[in-house]
């Protein structure tokens, strides 16, 4: 589909369900300005957003660009502590010290939605292909397995992102399994 | 049929569950682990949960001033400090040692007799319901043999399982330690044993948990990951992806 | 050589008109010798300009006095309470002490751990170095009796103090007496204090056939082994009164 056919198809969503949108490098951040646009504006659905990719700094500073209200984003940083970027606390932001630390996401996306009660939310993955670099293909199925099965039990949608120029039959197969629906975007 | 005990609720969800409920009212339970693996931690919010609904706690401090622990305590986001100086009751053995004039590094077999009486006079006075002490290993380091070690903790426990008080035993692993416990009677006569550890995993250290026994109750025997955070602690299952525990 | 009176009677011819200026005496003697008695006619002989300090560990202060005015001895002392101290910090905590196993600690000073305090533990000879500073130059010191000091203390820590006191007698222009009750303590115990100080008297109530036999010795005299003799001794309305008997 198209990047329009996407915001149409974000739009039909009313029910929490887990879901992969594979992408390309040249619209990836529009993915992920539609995404949050949708899911922050009209549904009115707090954002965990976490980011194996680029450093919540940079993605916050991205989105600010875009109109994207970024404070009302709960990041999970696990890729700043290794890329040795500067780490700035906020009560919005928590830091993992390494994409590696698979449980440690878990525990913190746990964290959030505990202590600021979310009945429905999102929890959006940045990327499959980013953790794919830093773990063994075996523990992260078993991680995302593990996450979907976590968020269902607490009502939250899940959108995992993939880069299609980064990935591969092993990455698609664990899509399947762990995905409700699949969207590729052109 | 197995008859369904009653529960104490250690109010840590994920611990709960691992548990099936929670930890049968009246166990003493052995809460094991290196240092610096949350085991004060854990023993702390189990008190405070009890507090919560009313139930009152005893910590028995051995090895840390308890006025020190106070202030590094993790701020909860649910309980207040003041709450917790309220709710539970912090007693450093020190001074029950000085006041029972219990000065020789080895005790007697009245010496022994004395702390678990006063330690049950407390329990029955105020009516506790949740007891911690912080550490036995401490402890048993002054009752030195096998035997006063066994007889302390069976008594002690028995006599606490009576009152209907649910209690945590926090044991310090040293490294030279073989199995559970330091001198080994710790793990034997408790009625169950929680394990915390370090685990290090290409480079993570990760904190873990297992619940390795619990008597009356079925239970899950994998290993956790924990973090302790201001909602208190939160465990997610540990990923089969090889590591060795340290 | 400047000396100053024992006010015993014939003992000060025997030594060199009395004891010398910065000398330290031991005195040792049988139960019931009369060394307390000895003591006492001792500081009750002082002369007008010596600051006399009677340290006691065993009597009461008022008794001492009593004692000293029957036999009409000066009794412008000044009188240090060791015993008393003792008794009021370290024994009463023994009663408590006691008192706590008996009955279990009280729930009162469970809740206040913090307000209740056995009063820090009285460091005996720190207190006595601290009266020995005190002393002005001349003085007169008693000290009865290194027996209290040795079954409290550390018999090391003891003679060194003792070797304090005696630093302190000798550049103070002072004349220090100890007590000490004979073959009760390890030779090695009795052999240190000897070593320490410069005359040696003994006392000695020796039960014969139709009574007792009182024999007075100078054991010891620092450079003077000549005065170096045995006496018989008796009591008058005076008090202490010895006699030649070779």
């Given at each position: 589909m198209n990047s329009e056919e996407f915001q149409k198809k974000l739009k039909t969503y009313q029910e929490p369900l887990s879901i992969s949108v594979s992408v390309s490098l040249s619209n990836y951040f529009d993915i992920i300005k539609y995404i949050l646009d949708d899911f922050s504006n009209n549904k009115n659905i707090p954002i965990i957003y976490i980011s194996a990719t680029i450093p919540s700094k940079s993605i916050s500073t991205v989105l600010d660009v875009y109109g994207i209200d970024s404070k009302k984003i709960f990041f999970v940083d696990c890729i700043s502590h290794i890329m040795m970027s500067s780490t700035t606390y906020t009560d919005r932001t928590v830091f993992v010290e390494s994409?590696?630390?698979?449980?440690?996401?878990?525990?913190?996306?746990e964290y959030i939605l505990n202590k600021y009660v979310m009945k429905n939310s999102l929890v959006i993955v940045d990327s499959i292909n980013s953790l794919a670099i830093h773990n063994d293909m075996k523990i992260l199925s078993e991680f995302l397995h593990l996450f979907v099965t976590y968020l269902r039990s607490r009502s939250a949608y899940f959108i995992i992102l993939s880069m299609k120029e980064q990935s591969n039959n092993e990455i698609s197969n664990i899509l399947n399994f762990v995905s409700d629906e699949i969207l590729e975007v052109e | 049929m197995e008859k369904v005990r009653e529960r104490c609720l250690t109010g840590i969800e994920a611990l709960d569950n691992i548990l099936n409920g929670g930890i049968p009212k009246g166990n003493t339970v052995l809460i094991t682990g290196s240092a610096g693996t949350g085991k004060t931690t854990l023993s702390i919010e189990f008190l405070v949960h009890g507090a919560m609904k009313g139930e009152k706690g005893l910590y028995i401090s051995v090895t840390e001033a308890s006025e020190k622990l106070l202030e590094n305590l993790i701020v909860y986001d649910f309980f207040s400090k003041e709450m917790i100086q309220k709710g539970i009751i912090f007693i450093d053995i020190p001074e029950i040692y000085e006041k029972l004039g219990m000065n020789k590094l080895q005790f007697s077999m009245e010496d022994i007799n004395l702390l678990i009486e006063n330690i049950v006079k407390i329990v029955t006075e105020f009516n506790v319901k949740r007891v911690v002490i912080d550490s036995i290993t401490s402890i048993c380091?002054?009752?030195?043999t096998e035997e006063k070690i066994m007889e302390f903790i069976l008594r002690l426990s028995k006599a606490l399982s009576e009152l209907g008080c649910t209690t945590f035993l926090v044991s310090e692993l040293l490294p030279s330690a073989k199995g559970y416990s330091q001198y080994g009677v710790e793990e034997a006569v408790s009625d169950g044993i929680i394990l915390l550890g370090n685990l290090e995993r290409r480079g993570d250290l990760l904190r873990t948990l297992r619940v390795v026994k619990m008597r009356g109750t079925s239970h899950s025997r994998a290993t956790y990951v924990l973090d302790i955070t201001s909602i208190g602690i939160l465990l997610v299952p540990l990923l089969k992806g090889g590591g060795e525990l340290i | 050589m400047n000396s100053v009176p024992t006010g015993v009677e014939n003992l000060d011819s025997a030594l060199i008109s009395g004891i010398p200026i910065g000398y330290t005496v031991l005195l040792s003697g049988t139960p019931g010798s009369g060394i307390e008695l000895f003591a006492k006619q001792f500081i009750g002989s002082h002369l007008p300009e010596e600051d006399a300090t009677y340290i006691t560990t065993t009597e009461k202060t008022e008794d001492i006095i009593n004692t000293m005015k029957d036999f009409n001895w000066k009794t412008d002392i000044k009188i240090v309470n060791l015993g008393e101290e003792f008794y009021r910090r370290v024994l009463e905590k023994e009663i408590f002490i006691s008192k706590y196993r008996e009955e279990g600690i009280p729930a009162s000073e469970i809740l206040r751990p913090h307000k209740f305090h056995i009063e820090k533990e009285l460091d005996i000879l720190t207190l006595l170095t601290y009266e020995i500073s005190m002393l002005k130059s001349p003085f007169r010191l008693v000290l009865d009796s290194l027996d209290f000091l040795f079954s409290n203390e550390e018999n090391s820590r003891v003679i060194s103090t003792l070797r304090t006191i005696k630093s302190h007698t000798q550049y103070r222009q002072g004349v220090s007496l100890f007590t000490l009750v004979t073959t009760l303590y390890p030779s090695i115990v009795?052999?240190?204090?000897?070593e320490i100080v410069d005359i040696i008297l003994t006392m000695e109530n020796i039960r014969t056939q139709t009574g007792f036999d009182r024999i007075f010795t100078i054991k010891k005299f620092r450079n003077h082994?000549?005065?170096?003799?045995?006496?018989?001794?008796?009591?008058?309305?005076?008090?202490?009164?010895?006699?030649?008997?070779f």
């Open positions: 994409p590696t630390m698979l449980e440690t996401i878990m525990l913190k996306a | 380091y002054r009752l030195q | 009795q052999s240190g204090v000897e082994p000549e005065k170096v003799g045995i006496f018989k001794y008796n009591f008058s309305k005076n008090g202490i009164i010895i006699q030649k008997i």
